[in-house]
């Protein structure tokens, strides 16, 4: 079992910036693509960032030049920095870890539970 935990979600205005991190502790072998997604109110989940291990970040355009997404390997941890917040990024933003299991050998993917991101006008 691996959990995620996520935090640094919050209120921001428009212009202001937040950090997200989101860290994945249990029967860990490796951890593969670190990402996060987001879910606005009566949409979709949609791609934010992700990052491969060893591997370049890709961004959705509406965030590219303002988020950045970075990752701590030792501490199983992915970061996100939103800067420039606008209104429209607000949503649950969620954290999905690719790894491989300790006990199984298995890979899986995880999600963690959200953090809420508000951005005021």
């Known amino acids: 079992q691996v959990q995620l935990v996520e935090s640094g979600g919050g209120l921001a205005q428009t212009g202001g910036s937040l950090r997200l991190s989101c860290t994945a502790s249990g029967s860990i072998f490796g951890v593969y693509t670190m990402a996060w997604y987001r879910q606005a109110p009566g949409k979709t989940r949609e791609l934010v960032a992700d990052?491969?291990?060893?591997?370049?970040?890709n961004y959705a355009d509406s965030v590219k030049g303002r988020f950045t997404i970075s990752r701590d390997n030792a501490k199983n941890t992915v970061y996100l920095q939103m800067n420039s917040l606008e209104p429209e990024d607000t949503g649950v933003y969620y954290c999905?870890?690719?790894?491989?299991?300790?006990?199984?050998?298995?890979?899986?993917?995880?999600w963690g539970r959200g953090t809420q991101v508000t951005v005021s006008s």
């Open positions: 990052m491969p291990s060893g591997g370049f970040p």
């Open positions: 999905k870890v690719d790894w491989r299991s300790t006990i199984s050998g298995g890979r899986s993917v995880s």
